[in-house]
């Protein structure tokens, strides 16, 4: 069955530093999220993305994260200077829409990303 | 904006027993989606079983089932027979169904956690 990948699994950084989280998507989906859970605490939205262009974004998706889909396979979140706040697991999802079918948006195992 | 309320942090069943675990949520919009999600402890999130509103019959997957109230805007969810397995956090989530592009985000609950007794 197809799945979400995610790399890497565990990410350590210094603070300041950028970091790439990278996700495949599942081959024929056609929209793409991020969402991060904080320690103990609810799964939030960061950005959906579709058609090359981001659809939406949350108050979170500040100017510090981008997203891009370099080579029709990868999904990335770029985060340029880390902060302590942003340590966090950071989920990628993929959906294919079908006015036929009930869309569900699949996620991937997640990257644990931590700021030190 | 819609909102998704877990109010049950922690619920624990004997296995092999049934739990229920609610969901409520808020939305003035009259067509969207449900689901539960679970996240055992290796944290990936895994759809557990998805609810069209339109839909008045509740869905099923075979040990699990919603009890889906669209007036009352309840979405909870019954494990039956629980197995050591079902042990994990439990989310309920809402998606809406207006946007033209489909691409709508989801709206999670805090989550319960759900513990199996042997």
């Known amino acids: 069955e197809p799945e979400v990948t995610q790399t890497p699994s565990h990410q350590v950084t210094q603070m300041g530093q950028e970091v790439i989280l990278r996700c495949v998507p599942i081959?024929?989906?056609?929209?793409f999220y991020w969402y991060r859970q904080i320690l103990g605490q609810k799964v939030e939205f960061l950005v959906s993305?579709?058609?090359?262009?981001?659809?939406?974004k949350s108050e979170i998706f500040d100017d510090q994260f981008s997203v891009e889909r370099p080579d029709g396979s990868n999904f990335t979140l770029k985060i340029r200077s880390t902060k302590l706040e942003d340590s966090a697991m950071y989920f990628c999802?993929?959906?294919?829409?079908?006015?036929?079918?009930?869309?569900?948006?699949?996620f991937g195992p997640g990257t644990r990303l931590t700021v030190l | 904006a819609q909102t998704v309320t877990q109010s049950q942090p922690e619920m624990s069943v004997q296995e092999a027993e049934t739990v229920t675990l609610s969901c409520t949520y808020d939305?003035?919009?009259?067509?969207?989606?449900l689901f539960w999600y679970k996240q055992p402890p290796s944290r990936q999130m895994i759809l557990v079983i998805r609810?069209?509103?339109?839909?008045?019959q509740n869905a099923t997957e075979n040990r699990f089932s919603v009890n889906f109230q669209k007036a009352a805007k309840s979405f909870s969810l019954k494990i039956s027979d629980s197995q050591l397995g079902d042990a994990a956090m439990y989310f309920c989530?809402?998606?809406?169904?207006?946007?033209?592009?489909?691409?709508?985000?989801?709206?999670f609950g805090t989550g319960t956690r759900l513990t199996i007794i042997p």
């Open positions: 999802a993929s959906t294919f829409e079908d006015s036929s079918l009930l869309d569900t948006q699949y």
């Open positions: 081959s024929n989906h056609l929209y």
């Open positions: 993305f579709y058609n090359n262009e981001i659809s939406e």
């Open positions: 939305t003035s919009e009259s067509d969207y989606y």
């Open positions: 609810q069209e509103a339109y839909k008045q």
């Open positions: 989530a809402y998606r809406s169904l207006l946007s033209n592009f489909g691409n709508e985000k989801l709206t």
